[in-house]
């Protein structure tokens, strides 16, 4: 075992840059002026009580609406102090809402055991059988009997993981909600912040859940977690780690939700039962779902969220919204920049006065609406558009052919030669997701549409690129590569990446960074790997066999973006994304408790033959 690096244990609030957590607000006094403040231990069906916040108008001539945040990150200040701004923003405070607060069952101040996305029930045939969505029954039942002036209806919101409990309050199907915005919901957790298609996304959950650990009883507290303090090189640091198991080693496994991670690596019933996506059927709430185009924790929430309430409720108004942001991005800020892409000017405002406000207003308060069903910001062009559904139905799909040379086609490969590309994945030297890992340990949200010549520079990442483009071309939906491979190993991680490459006359901007150029910039657009086991079923692995020809498709997840004239269309395909996604040994094991030994180096074929092609499933726009 290589010697570890031991991060020291700090007591600190739960970050703003954390994942699945939400930003702080600035300073008014508007709320202090014109609300006051209840703390209230509103019982469940079972007995158990939570802890809720609710912010009255002091203006009692009228009746307000309410709207309700559920969230694990704690409701504070608790006591006399208030929160500044209260709602998605200070908009909602001045326009007049009943803002609620609910630390949620097992965190914080509310009673009870917390347990990670709660498993929703299909059937409550007693008092016990309780979740997400009964809890928020009772809930808005008592807010209606016991808070005055209250006009009937209630809104919720929230952003990450209160974006799940968003959307487990349409669960509820209390007839007086009547309007609910989940936003970057965590809908799957193997599919969102903890796996994608197998891979471990290891930065970001081994930083976050120190944090998140506060409590693991049923006693209320008002103590924030510990995070691990800060290391200069991230890339390093882990290599350092070692395996995945080496991370209890440094919780001194002191965490239950880690282990429980390190437990069930396979799509098992242990996360099957933490889908919520299979309980969104039979909802009659108006539903706003919100996500970036660049959300690194929970973007496959944010659209499948969407994708399963409009699918399953096709009578219920369900609007989706797509900007260019990082996770949570436009709840706050001008959104107008993500590292060296700049997208023409501020995206943030539109969306929370022109979108999300209206939204709200009409369904709670009974005024004009005017928005369509899909609205979606196009990146490399800049600028929002409207669809009725998404994908849009006027995409068709299409196909992009890895050729031999490096070369990327819309035309399939015509050789019946058994040509191939390949590579030398080396567990000991992973590609990095960032292309200067030294003075960073963090999860660097700008890798998601950074430059990426870092990579094609590297031996062990194949690079694909059409000839310069003679007319814009607009990708519209999700991305599934379809590859024949093939492996020396057992096990192996397959990683696509989709570049836009600017022309060398491309003029840096006002978001270009000191000492970039533009000109020649390979933007990343989407990015996704897949662990090989998991090809056939993300339940039940099985090896590959050495050096035998075989096919893998995964999902991308979608986009719309174009590729401008001029432009080029790159594909990138490498076996590590370090230290964003855990080290695959290259031999058929359990990774979470794989040791030194198992880790191997394997060469890795990528087949664009006629009778073996290579290409990426994609919707093109006319």
């Known amino acids: 075992m290589k010697k570890l690096i031991l991060l020291f244990l700090s007591i600190t609030t739960i970050s703003a840059v954390a994942q699945r957590g939400r930003g702080t607000a600035?300073?008014?006094?508007?709320?202090?002026?014109?609300?006051?403040?209840?703390?209230?231990?509103?019982?469940?069906?079972?007995?158990?009580?939570?802890?809720?916040?609710?912010?009255?108008?002091?203006?009692?001539?009228?009746k307000y609406p309410f709207l309700m945040d559920r969230t694990p990150y704690g409701v504070s200040p608790y006591g006399a102090g208030m929160k500044t701004p209260i709602g998605p923003s200070m908009a909602y405070a001045k326009d007049g809402y009943i803002v609620v607060y609910q630390d949620v069952r097992g965190r914080f101040m509310s009673e009870g055991m917390f347990r990670e996305m709660t498993p929703e029930l299909e059937d409550h045939k007693t008092s016990k059988d309780v979740d997400e969505g009964t809890d928020t029954y009772d809930t808005i039942d008592w807010l209606l009997k016991n808070i005055p002036n209250n006009n009937g209806k209630v809104g919720t919101w929230g952003v990450s993981y209160p974006g799940f409990f968003t959307t487990t309050t349409l669960l509820s199907r209390h007839p007086a909600l009547a309007?609910?915005?989940?936003?970057?919901?965590?809908?799957?957790?193997?599919?969102?912040?903890?796996?994608?298609?197998?891979?471990?996304?290891?930065?970001?959950?081994?930083?976050?859940?120190?944090?998140?650990?506060?409590?693991?009883?049923?006693?209320?507290?008002?103590?924030?977690?510990?995070?691990?303090?800060?290391?200069?090189?991230?890339?390093?640091?882990?290599?350092?780690?070692?395996?995945?198991?080496?991370?209890?080693?440094?919780?001194?496994?002191?965490?239950?939700?880690?282990?429980?991670?390190?437990?069930?690596?396979?799509?098992?019933?242990?996360?099957?039962?933490?889908?919520?996506?299979?309980?969104?059927?039979?909802?009659?709430?108006?539903?706003?779902?919100?996500?970036?185009?660049?959300?690194?924790?929970?973007?496959?929430?944010?659209i499948n969220t969407y994708k399963t309430l409009a699918k399953n409720n096709p009578k219920t108004p369900v609007y989706f919204v797509m900007g260019p942001w990082v996770h949570g991005g436009?709840?706050?800020?001008?959104?107008?920049?993500?590292?060296?892409?700049?997208?023409?000017?501020?995206?943030?405002?539109?969306?929370?006065?022109?979108?999300?406000?209206?939204?709200?207003?009409?369904?709670?308060?009974?005024?004009?609406?005017?928005?369509?069903?899909?609205?979606?910001?196009?990146?490399?062009?800049?600028?929002?558009?409207?669809?009725?559904?998404?994908?849009?139905?006027?995409?068709?799909?299409?196909?992009?052919?890895?050729?031999?040379?490096?070369?990327?086609?819309?035309?399939?490969?015509?050789?019946?030669?058994?040509?191939?590309?390949?590579?030398?994945?080396?567990?000991?030297?992973?590609?990095?997701?960032?292309?200067?890992?030294?003075?960073?340990?963090?999860?660097?949200?700008?890798?998601?549409?950074?430059?990426?010549?870092?990579?094609?520079?590297?031996?062990?990442?194949?690079?694909?690129?059409?000839?310069i483009l003679d007319k814009d071309v607009t990708i519209a939906g999700n991305i599934w590569p379809k590859l024949n491979v093939s492996t020396t190993g057992t096990d192996a991680d397959w990683i696509v990446k989709v570049i836009d490459v600017y022309p060398d006359t491309a003029a840096n901007t006002i978001?270009?960074?000191?000492?970039?150029?533009?000109?020649?910039?390979?933007?990343?657009?989407?990015?996704?790997?897949?662990?090989?086991?998991?090809?056939?079923?993300?339940a039940k692995p099985e090896p590959f066999v050495p050096g035998k020809i075989t096919p893998v498709s995964w999902e991308l997840q979608d986009i719309l973006h174009t590729f401008k004239k001029g432009h080029r269309i790159m594909i990138q395909i490498q076996s590590s994304m370090f230290p964003l996604i855990d080290r695959n040994p290259q031999t058929?094991?359990?990774?979470?408790?794989?040791?030194?030994?198992?880790?191997?180096?394997?060469?890795?074929?990528?087949?664009?033959?006629?009778?073996?092609?290579?290409?990426?499933?994609?919707?093109?726009?006319?």
């Not at 196009?378 to 890895?402: C, H, I, M, R, S």
């Open 26 to 62: 600035p300073t008014d006094t508007f709320v202090k002026t014109n609300y006051i403040k209840k703390e209230v231990m509103i019982p469940m069906r079972d007995g158990i009580k939570l802890m809720t916040e609710i912010y009255i108008p002091k203006d009692q001539s009228k």
């Open 330 to 467: 436009w709840a706050r800020g001008d959104g107008d920049r993500l590292g060296d892409i700049y997208f023409g000017g501020p995206q943030g405002p539109h969306y929370r006065d022109d979108i999300e406000f209206k939204f709200f207003s009409h369904y709670l308060k009974g005024t004009p609406l005017d928005i369509q069903p899909i609205n979606t910001f196009e990146t490399g062009t800049n600028k929002w558009e409207t669809f009725k559904v998404w994908p849009p139905k006027e995409a068709k799909d299409d196909q992009l052919y890895l050729l031999p040379g490096g070369k990327l086609s819309f035309t399939a490969p015509k050789t019946g030669a058994d040509t191939y590309d390949e590579y030398v994945s080396d567990p000991a030297n992973p590609v990095p997701f960032y292309p200067d890992m030294s003075k960073t340990a963090d999860m660097e949200r700008t890798y998601m549409d950074g430059d990426q010549r870092f990579a094609s520079e590297r031996k062990d990442v194949l690079t694909y690129q059409t000839d």
């Open 511 to 538: 978001a270009t960074g000191t000492g970039v150029k533009m000109a020649g910039y390979q933007q990343m657009v989407r990015s996704e790997p897949l662990r090989g086991k998991y090809r056939n079923n993300f």
């Open 179 to 302: 309007a609910a915005s989940p936003q970057a919901p965590m809908s799957d957790l193997w599919r969102d912040d903890g796996w994608h298609n197998g891979a471990f996304f290891l930065i970001a959950n081994f930083t976050f859940y120190p944090g998140f650990t506060n409590r693991q009883d049923d006693k209320p507290t008002q103590r924030s977690g510990s995070r691990l303090s800060r290391v200069t090189n991230g890339y390093d640091y882990y290599l350092k780690m070692g395996p995945v198991k080496n991370t209890n080693v440094i919780y001194k496994d002191s965490i239950q939700l880690w282990k429980d991670i390190l437990n069930h690596p396979d799509f098992d019933e242990w996360w099957q039962s933490r889908n919520v996506l299979t309980h969104l059927h039979d909802i009659k709430t108006p539903t706003l779902v919100t996500g970036g185009w660049y959300d690194a924790e929970d973007l496959y929430g944010a």
């Open 588 to 622: 058929f094991t359990d990774i979470m408790k794989a040791s030194e030994s198992d880790f191997i180096k394997a060469t890795e074929r990528v087949y664009t033959s006629k009778e073996h092609p290579s290409f990426l499933q994609v919707r093109v726009m006319p």
